[in-house]
């Protein structure tokens, strides 16, 4: 057993499990099934599988980036929007994603859970 698993280590997986949030709003979990779940960090509201981004979780608003900055005023309004994404359980601010309006939203990350070293 010489191969080294630094990417996989299971014991890494526990560690961000036990450790501080993400970004200070998202925390890892087990839920009752053992799988690995992004929760809110303020209240455990669940988002999701930690496998895909939390703010699929979440619910969206879009204002416009006026909203941001009286700057951005003169910006391109028309074209760009500011997403914000808030936990469904506490209305805690996730995440706030500036994008042109008629783009996806943008998936920024998901966990590399290491599962398959662990079955
Ligand atoms: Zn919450």
Known sequence: MET???RKD????EEALAGPPIGDSVALRRDDDGAVVASCAECGH???PADRDPKLGAVM???SI???S???AVGMTA???ARHFYCPGCALLLAVNVQQREDPIMLEWRLDTGAETLG
């Open 70 to 72: 009286p700057l951005n």
């Open 10 to 13: 299971p014991s890494a997986l």
């Open 61 to 63: 608003r879009e204002r």
């Open 66 to 68: 006026a909203d941001l």
């Open 79 to 81: 074209r760009l929007v």
């Open 46 to 48: 669940e988002l999701g």
């Open 4 to 6: 080294s698993a630094v």
